[in-house]
């Protein structure tokens, strides 16, 4: 027996997400899936070094960046 479970669209809605270090983070899974239903991402990092691993996976999510 499979559940299916319902996943609402969050169109309209606005997403602050923190916490994404690199493409295993579960920030960022929690990201996509957010971006996956169609909310407004904005994503924040912890410091310059982290910069470079975060500017990318913001750019595919086509989410701005806010330090």
Excluded: D, W
């Amino acid at each position: 027996m499979t559940v299916e479970i319902p996943r609402p669209p969050l169109k309209g809605k606005k997403v602050l997400v923190t916490g994404i270090a690199n493409e295993h983070s579960i920030a960022y899974g929690c990201a996509k899936a957010f971006r996956e239903l169609e909310a407004e991402l904005a994503i924040t990092y912890l410091n310059e070094k982290s910069k470079s691993y975060v500017e990318p996976l913001a750019e595919q999510l086509e989410a701005p960046i806010f330090m």
